[in-house]
Nanobody, 122 residues
Framework: QVELVESGGGLVEAGGSLRLSCIAS????????MAWYRQAPGKRREWVAA???????NYADSVKDRFTISRDNAKNAVYLQMNSLKPEDTAVYYC????????????????WGQGTLVTVSG
């Protein structure tokens, strides 16, 4: 029932910008940490950025000062603003959300988005 729908990927030239969006829907409650991961061709999926329920952010060194993660709790949404893109940023980007299925549940479940492709040309 829980679904994360991603959008915003595309093809851009080096130095360009993209904004990714991830919207959670269905039987999702009390969203905790939200994050973005990416997987480049031939490589393992890696963590990119995370944001806590209260808005504290953390970034991988490779994207620090270029990417900005944000969230809108009222919309169950997380975003990733990507500036100064490099060819090395080319990857499929996935959002990840910790949440509960109902009020009063113990612990959190984890769900992934379907992925959105970002391609940066040199």
């Amino acid at each position: 029932q829980v679904e994360l729908v991603e959008s915003g990927g595309g093809l851009v030239e080096a130095g360009g910008s993209l904004r990714l969006s991830c919207i959670a829907s269905g039987n999702v409650f009390n969203i905790n940490t939200m994050a973005w991961y990416r997987q480049a061709p031939g490589k393992r999926r890696e963590w990119v950025a995370a944001i806590t329920r209260g808005g504290t952010t953390n970034y991988a060194d490779s994207v620090k000062d270029r990417f900005t993660i944000s969230r809108d709790n009222a919309k169950n949404a997380v975003y990733l603003q990507m500036n100064s893109l490099k060819p090395e940023d080319t990857a499929v980007y996935y959002c990840n959300v910790e949440h509960q299925l109902y009020s009063g549940q113990s612990g959190y479940l984890e769900v992934w988005g379907q992925g959105t492709l970002v391609t940066v040309s040199g």
